[in-house]
């Protein structure tokens, strides 16, 4: 991008013509073909959740993550408790053919005037792990962010050290930002933090490759993809 200097010389910032704050995200459904992304429920919810997350035997999700694994229901209800009084927009994902919850995901970090929004909190049981279901899932949650609500950046956040979760950010399409060093403590260790971002110009030509992707042409009569999101992401951007 060409650089804008003032009438001193000194370099600044691109203009944002016409620019006002966001709305925050309205808690309503996003339906995709797979799966379907609402508000979360506790009485509808939680236990469909709590079932499907003990088939994590090794607690493997959790790792990471500042809670869990959890001893028994009450605790892990206990916890989505706390997750509800946290100012957070928590939404749970429903598989589409069950109708049962398997998964999380939230909308943190809501800057309205800044037009930043961040995706985090991701809970994914390993019915929603590595399916198609759960790449749509963040691609309804980017779509609201970018064409319904004209966010400009959209934030992705992990442990530096979760392999599993920066590379799900890079496939998505996120941009590695760098890491905040000893930016927190998770279960009495310490946490570095990698940044990720999407940013508005660079969001129509994801859109393309994510639907590309997520098309049923896309995939065979078993199932399989056939163009990897991957190999659509570098023909797109």
Not at 104 to 111: D, G, K
Not at 183 to 204: H, M, Q
Request: aromatic share 12%; with cysteine.
């Amino acid at each position: 991008m060409e650089e804008i200097v003032n009438h001193l010389g000194q370099p600044i910032g691109f203009p944002v013509p016409n620019w006002s704050p966001r709305t925050r995200p309205p808690r309503t459904a996003m339906e995709g073909r797979l799966c379907k992304v609402v508000p979360l429920d506790i009485e509808q919810h939680a236990h469909d959740l709590y079932q499907a997350n003990i088939e994590d035997k090794e607690g493997r999700m959790w790792t990471y993550l500042m809670y869990g694994p959890f001893r028994n229901f009450e605790d892990y209800l206990a916890q989505m408790n706390k997750w509800l009084s946290e100012d957070w927009c928590i939404h749970a994902i429903l598989d589409w053919k069950t109708g049962r919850a398997v998964g999380l995901a939230s909308y943190m970090r809501v800057e309205p005037d800044a037009g930043s929004i961040e995706v985090g909190a991701i809970m994914y049981s390993p019915h929603l792990q590595r399916t198609t279901a759960g790449t749509e899932a963040m691609y309804l949650m980017m779509k609201r962010a970018f064409d319904e609500l004209g966010y400009r950046r959209y934030e992705w956040r992990c442990n530096a050290l979760n392999e599993a979760s920066r590379k799900a950010a890079r496939r998505l399409g996120f941009q590695f930002e760098g890491v905040f060093r000893q930016s927190g403590i998770t279960k009495g260790r310490n946490r570095d933090t990698a940044w990720f971002s999407i940013l508005d110009r660079e969001w129509p030509a994801i859109k393309i490759a994510l639907e590309s992707w997520l098309a049923r042409e896309n995939f065979d009569s078993n199932g399989n993809q056939i163009k990897t999101l991957g190999q659509l992401m570098c023909q797109k951007l």
